[in-house]
């Protein structure tokens, strides 16, 4: 299995800036995944993390707010942009490090609260 | 088009007793069907899978499912409670069309009683 570390764990941000999340894989993945886990709720997918090309975002999520970036095949950035208390939520990104049968491994997650 | 359901928003067992948490899917395709658990402030831990091999799956701690396809359910059990089991629970659906997409269910939040 991979080992996923994320950075920052948590951050408590103000209103109108941005925060951009890494996700640190220790071996090479196919895939990486962004998801949101608001309070109480469960995940909803954010977008699929391409290597060397733009992420493929779900409906209701859009490379404005949310630019993703994978330059290789070990680590992908999430930004959240001109944040507002609707974004306080836990952001996770997911990796599938073997093609079959699609086990897809999370890392610890960050801890977003903005104020 | 895929979705996921799990019937129960919280579960309350004492410890000791069986576990039983309902999860039905909707899948156009052949679908790939997980348990995860996630404990207060700790990340996701898969429990078990099915990937259309044995419908009866077992996975860590005790813990199996089953893939009844004629009623599409994918219910997780577990014969004794033990009350690290107490977390929130998520059955997931992936089809096999869309690799790695995974649809999360509600989740079910399990509370154990000594």
């Known amino acids: 299995s991979a080992v996923i570390s994320q950075k920052p764990s948590r951050d408590i941000c103000q209103r109108g800036t941005s925060l951009t999340i890494q996700c640190q894989v220790d071996s090479q993945v196919t895939m990486m995944f962004w998801y949101r886990q608001q309070p109480g709720q469960s995940l909803t997918l954010i977008a699929t993390?391409?290597?060397?090309?733009?992420?493929?975002?779900e409906s209701g999520f859009v490379i404005d707010k949310f630019p993703i970036s994978r330059p290789n095949l070990t680590f992908s950035t999430l930004t959240v942009s001109n944040m507002s208390p609707e974004d306080s939520s836990i952001y996770l990104c997911s990796v599938v490090w073997r093609e079959v049968p699609y086990e897809q491994y999370f890392g610890p997650g960050t801890r977003l609260t903005v104020t | 088009a895929q979705s996921v359901t799990q019937l129960d928003s919280h579960v309350s067992v004492s410890e000791g007793t069986p576990v039983l948490l309902r999860c039905n899917y909707s899948?156009?395709?052949?679908?790939?069907l997980f348990w995860y658990v996630q404990h207060p402030n700790k990340g996701l831990q898969l429990l078990l899978k099915?990937?259309?091999?044995?419908?009866l799956v077992k996975g860590i701690n005790g813990f199996e499912a089953e893939f009844k396809k004629s009623e599409t359910s994918f219910h997780l059990t577990k014969p004794s409670a033990h009350m690290s089991d107490a977390a929130e629970y998520f059955c997931v659906v992936s089809p096999s069309d869309s690799w790695g997409k995974f649809q999360f269910g509600a989740g079910t939040q399990v509370v154990v009683t000594p």
């Open positions: 099915y990937t259309s091999a044995a419908t």
């Open positions: 993390a391409n290597q060397g090309s733009e992420a493929t975002y």
């Open positions: 899948s156009s395709y052949s679908p790939s």
